[in-house]
């Protein structure tokens, strides 16, 4: 959440002086964006890459603050469960050989990662959700220790008045329900979160476009078809993040009813964005009231709140080197994995689809009524590849043949558009399509693997690891 957190109690005090802050930082990015203050600079992208860390056993292995300490390394950071973690890599300008550059910056991390687990005696591990993993691994024990997840956990529960959390995922033959007392599920589901640096003036389009694609996105990224043992939704991380940190709905200011932090969101983007953080201070209960240092111009409670809401397309804010205040669209859909070429496909993919689509002269977003949008991403989510989607013209398509046909070339064309090479994004859209027309994405190879061999999940993950290892793309794994 971009922010050291000391506190785990807060007063009502707290409460309003944070909502202030809140207001009066709401109005100044309104003020910036109308005269032009935000940064001009061409697209640039980022990633951040969630993973997991198991033992000889293939279970998880909660040892991340040993890990990190030895990775002593500022883009490998924590995350909620001790036994997950997070890479960043460098931004790079959206020109060139950005996704060379991905690959060797993601190559180099994780080598490095897998010499400090050897010496811990543990694996990183890229999956959506971890097949050996079992409901009583997420406990408080296994929280990662740094007070603001605590403060997290306890302001979720205390908005619920102490309620559990409830989980349910229908899946097509099996189904899984459960019942938490913390907001540790969460752990359960890690991604890959690609970042795009935009401008007010584009970041409608590209915002809109963003949930347009994450039908097609999520589905060919989806690696988490596993829970506890239950084989539910091709991308289970959705329904299962969504629920893992609800809470319950409230009355706020002015009768405003309050929205779910996980969620696909309320509408298409307008005005820069700037509806979506006017959404946020109006219609999502303040969760760390923590006093920021500095003065309005940084935004630090603006930026806080909005690292406390997790829409699966985020705007979000922050600063360039030179001091110079820009936005940036995170798009969250995709699972972690399965191999670091598969990782930098779909990043290739989204970044040139997403390009097109915004750049596209007529608008798809007036063509495809949010609510359709946001049904596509939640069959996509729980069907795969094989969802069927209403797209343009109000024409319902197989999702498979949307991207063989429509969004692959797309992506080509968006890339082309950028100036890029061929040789430096044709190799990554291969793999996407060829992992299409095989249909073997992660969690199918994760299905295929579980009817040939039975639920020997240690099993898999050992397959899995071994696989990922070798560093070849998903559709050519053996079974």
């Not at 993601?106 to 811990?120: H, K, T």
């Not at 959700?129 to 024990?141: H, S, V, Y």
């Not at 409830?166 to 690609?194: C, F, K, N, W, Y």
């Not at 027309?437 to 295929?448: D, K, L, N, S, V």
Request: proline fraction near 7%; charged fraction near 20%.
């Amino acid at each position: 959440m971009g922010e050291n957190i000391r506190d785990q109690r807060f007063t009502r005090e707290d409460f309003q002086r944070f909502s202030a802050a809140l207001r009066e930082e709401t109005a100044l990015l309104k003020e910036w964006i109308r005269n032009g203050r935000l940064s001009h600079e061409p697209l640039r992208v980022g990633y951040e890459v969630e993973a997991w860390l198991v033992d000889e056993a293939w279970r998880p292995a909660p040892v991340n603050g040993p890990f990190l300490e030895a990775m002593d390394d500022p883009n490998v950071v924590p995350e909620l469960a001790q036994f997950n973690m997070e890479l960043n890599g460098p931004a790079e300008w959206l020109q060139g050989q950005p996704f060379s550059a991905m690959q060797r910056s993601l190559d180099d991390l994780w080598a490095r990662c897998r010499v400090v687990g050897g010496q811990l005696g543990v694996n990183p591990l890229m999956i959506g959700i971890l097949p050996t993993a079992r409901e009583e691994d997420f406990c408080i024990q296994h929280m990662s220790r740094l007070p603001r997840y605590r403060a997290l956990n306890e302001q979720v529960l205390k908005l619920r008045n102490q309620v559990p959390l409830q989980v349910e995922i229908q899946g097509p033959d099996d189904a899984v329900r459960l019942r938490h007392t913390d907001v540790m599920l969460e752990a359960a589901a890690t991604s890959l979160q690609l970042h795009l640096q935009l401008t007010a003036e584009n970041a409608p389009r590209y915002f809109n476009a963003a949930q347009l694609l994450s039908a097609g996105t999520v589905a060919v990224a989806a690696n988490s078809p596993f829970l506890f043992g239950h084989a539910l939704w091709q991308e289970t991380r959705i329904p299962l993040f969504e629920q893992a940190v609800a809470v319950d709905p409230v009355t706020g200011a002015r009768g405003a009813g309050a929205l779910k932090r996980v969620s696909f969101g309320s509408g298409y983007g307008r005005d820069g964005l700037y509806q979506l953080f006017v959404e946020n201070r109006q219609h999502y209960p303040v969760l760390l009231p923590v006093h920021c240092e500095g003065g309005p111009e940084r935004l630090r409670h603006l930026k806080l709140h909005n690292g406390t809401i997790w829409r699966w397309n985020r705007p979000l804010v922050d600063f360039n080197e030179d001091g110079v205040c820009h936005l940036r669209l995170e798009h969250r859909v995709m699972a972690a994995g399965p191999s670091i070429l598969d990782t930098v496909a779909n990043a290739a993919f989204f970044h040139g689809a997403v390009h097109a689509l915004a750049s596209r002269e007529h608008p798809p977003e007036a063509e495809i009524p949010f609510a359709s949008a946001e049904a596509n991403f939640y069959r996509a989510a729980r069907d795969g590849i094989h969802a069927e989607l209403d797209w343009l013209g109000g024409a319902r398509v197989p999702l498979r043949e949307l991207l063989l046909e429509s969004l692959i070339p797309k992506a080509r064309q968006g890339l082309e558009q950028l100036g890029l090479p061929p040789a430096e994004f044709q190799p990554y859209l291969d793999v996407i399509e060829a992992r299409v027309r095989t249909g073997r994405t992660g969690a199918a190879w994760q299905q295929a693997w579980v009817r040939r061999h039975g639920p020997n999940f240690e099993g898999l993950v050992a397959d899995y690891w071994k696989q990922q290892t070798a560093g070849t793309p998903v559709h050519e794994w053996s079974l």
